[in-house]
């Protein structure tokens, strides 16, 4: 993959990461209409929550392990992690933590999703200067 200057090397693997999903659900699916469905999380989103749930999954802990670990409630994971909710950046960085994980990768996958949900991505589409 080729560098592109002042680009982290984790963001533009998470960029590559959602363009691959984006055109695995062209080919299986009708292509995704402009804007989803209220309540319909974004591919971003989605995609985010999948490896959140790879995060969970490795640190063996329940719903409820992960609510007394952090500062969020079982309910409030749940959200989190099956895409319902886009999740608070300290989340992100507190599920990283108890996976032993390095956190480049999910927190980019992060700020993709939430400058997605933001309309910030759509803004930047529309206005290139």
Do not use: H
């Amino acid at each position: 993959m080729a560098q592109l200057i002042g680009e982290d090397p984790a963001r533009l693997l998470a960029l590559r990461e959602i363009a691959a999903a984006g055109r695995q659900r062209q080919r299986l699916f009708a292509p995704a209409p402009e804007s989803t469905a209220p309540g319909t999380p974004s591919l971003e989103r989605t995609i985010l929550a999948a490896a959140l749930r790879d995060l969970k999954t490795r640190t063996g802990l329940s719903l409820v392990g992960l609510a007394e670990r952090t500062a969020y409630s079982k309910s409030s994971w749940n959200r989190c992690l099956t895409g319902a909710t886009l999740p608070p950046r300290q989340a992100v960085e507190d599920l990283c933590r108890l996976a032993d994980e390095p956190p480049c990768r999910c927190l980019a996958l992060w700020e993709i999703a939430e400058s997605t949900e933001s309309g910030r991505t759509t803004r930047a589409k529309a206005d290139p200067s």
